[in-house]
């Protein structure tokens, strides 16, 4: 069966909502009311620690910032460009200008008949000044402007990305919980399989007790001392493995709320209570809570956003630019002299100023792409075939949770009947067959291996109802985890701690004003 996550908004607001508070919550969160206590921890307890001081949660959030600071940076507009620039800018003083001339000629006139004449003139034209003084400077600004909706189109986008990772942070608190919950279930086994050696041992030093009784009266041979001997050797080192495993469990679930130390001496639950296992049906109809299910709907969203800003890009952007231009002015003279054939001699100086040193303009522009190679369709087909892409992940994940919901189903159900075999029959039965076989025994009518053929039977009874309650425990919580029924149970804790911490954040200022108000 697969599943079709149903497009409610509400439900992404009211994560976001739960969400919001729940990292409020981690902030405000100080002093003993969320510190491992050295005493026995519940199940709850240790969810609450794990929640409040996972670093794994704690580096998750910086995750929810960063996207959030990415729509924040998506939502800015291009910058303005500042432009400078300088032309004719001179090196050295520009070249002079010298100009010669020569004449040759004559006039004729009835009094005179022909009068020949010549001439020669010079004239020198200084050249412009080195550095600035004649140069072209233009400062424009220039703006891009967005067409197409682009600005929007990306905030939409970084919404969509926001909310995908906030459902990836529902997913990591959910395999928190899920982790949390494991590790506790295999302490509480630890501690029971602990107990049940413990109990072997000491039957296996009372058995040890009876055999040397019954060797000095001369009933049995030592070799059933020595079997006897063997065997509580044997229980003692089971002990200590136990022992060595309850070790390991407590590192393991205090890592979960990042201690490398156990400070709890004891997990406190109850082991030994099983529930019988809802139909696969109702389990089904229950896994449109599981976040990796559910943000596939803002998964589609994400990329149908990010397509439709690939077809926004396609569309190209002119840039207006404004400025203003300043060109320098020269102002210029002249020298020359001359002498013609009539002994005359000639000199003149001419200058030429403006009314102005710089001659000042605006300039109006505008540049625009001409869209003849890069239309953007390479990121426009990238952009759909992901969309096709989600639509196959997406069912891939809802086979994934199909799948895995009906194996640990199958697994719970199956420790539940086990579970309930042994506690309704064999355990009864292999208890009342040790406690005759040791009574017949101590009066003579039974050997010891019949004693210790009863002690084995019942150690793996029990050993079988342990390890048949932990494999359902374990597979109980998967399904918690798999239909998102765990996330539900804990968001109303979420909140009922963001109130009791509010009190105790509060605590000191009523208590200060009280005294104030005694003074």
């Not at 001081?53 to 995750?63: G, K, T, V």
């Not at 709890?264 to 109809?285: N, Y």
């Not at 710089?358 to 759909?384: K, M, Y």
């Not at 804990?490 to 009190?503: L, Y």
């Amino acid at each position: 069966m697969i599943f079709t996550v149903p497009k409610d908004s509400r439900k992404l607001y009211r994560l976001v909502l739960v969400l919001l508070i729940f990292i409020s919550i981690r902030a405000m969160a100080q002093g003993p009311s969320f510190t491992e206590p050295a005493a026995s921890i519940t199940l709850n307890d240790a969810i609450r620690f794990a929640l409040l001081n996972s670093p794994q949660l704690e580096a998750f959030e910086w995750d929810i910032r960063a996207a959030e600071a990415r729509t924040l940076q998506a939502s800015l507009r291009p910058n303005p460009e500042l432009g400078v620039e300088i032309e004719d800018i001179r090196l050295s003083r520009g070249p002079r200008s010298s100009t010669r001339t020569r004449s040759l000629g004559g006039s004729f006139d009835n009094a005179n008949g022909y009068t020949p004449s010549v001439g020669w003139e010079r004239e020198h034209e200084p050249g412009a000044r080195s550095g600035f003084a004649e140069s072209e400077i233009t400062i424009t600004i220039s703006q891009l402007i967005e067409l197409g909706g682009k600005r929007a189109k990306r905030i939409a986008a970084g919404e969509r990305g926001r909310e995908v990772v906030l459902w990836d942070y529902e997913s990591a608190r959910a395999n928190l919980i899920l982790a949390v919950a494991t590790s506790f279930f295999e302490v509480l086994a630890a501690q029971e399989n602990v107990t049940l050696q413990d109990e072997l041992t000491g039957l296996a030093e009372d058995v040890v007790r009876s055999t040397d009784l019954r060797l000095r009266a001369g009933q049995i041979s030592p070799l059933e001392q020595n079997r006897a001997e063997a065997a509580l050797a044997l229980t003692r080192i089971n002990l200590d493995r136990a022992e060595r495993q309850l070790g390991a469990a407590r590192f393991s679930i205090v890592a979960t709320w990042g201690n490398t130390e156990p400070v709890f001496t004891e997990a406190v639950g109850q082991f030994d209570s099983v529930d019988a296992v809802p139909a696969l049906e109702v389990l089904r109809s229950e896994v449109y809570d599981n976040p990796d299910i559910v943000k596939w709907a803002s998964e589609i969203a994400l990329r149908e956003a990010n397509l439709r800003l690939q077809r926004a890009q396609r569309i190209v952007d002119p840039t207006l630019e404004i400025g203003f231009r300043s060109t320098g002015l020269e102002s210029s003279n002249s020298r020359g002299f001359g002498a013609g054939s009539d002994g005359a001699f000639g000199w003149s100086e001419s200058n030429s100023e403006y009314d102005r040193d710089r001659d000042n303009r605006f300039v109006v522009g505008f540049s625009l792409p001409l869209p003849l190679f890069d239309r953007n369709q390479g990121n426009i087909t990238e952009a759909e075939h992901m969309i096709s892409k989600a639509a196959s992940e997406r069912r891939e994940a809802e086979v994934v949770v199909a799948t895995q919901l009906a194996q640990n189903r199958e697994l719970t159900l199956a420790a539940y009947e086990e579970v309930m075999a042994l506690r309704k029959e064999i355990l009864p039965l292999t208890g009342t067959t040790l406690s005759k076989t040791q009574i017949g025994y101590e009066q003579g009518k039974f050997s010891y291996l019949n004693v210790l053929d009863a002690q084995r039977t019942l150690f793996e009874a029990r050993s079988n109802y342990l390890d048949a309650l932990r494999r359902y425990h374990v597979a109980a919580v998967t399904i918690q985890r798999l239909t998102g029924r765990a996330l539900q149970d804990w968001r109303h804790v979420d909140e009922d701690m963001g109130e009791e911490n509010a009190k105790q954040q509060q605590e000191p200022a009523i208590k200060a004003a009280t005294e104030e108000d005694e003074k």
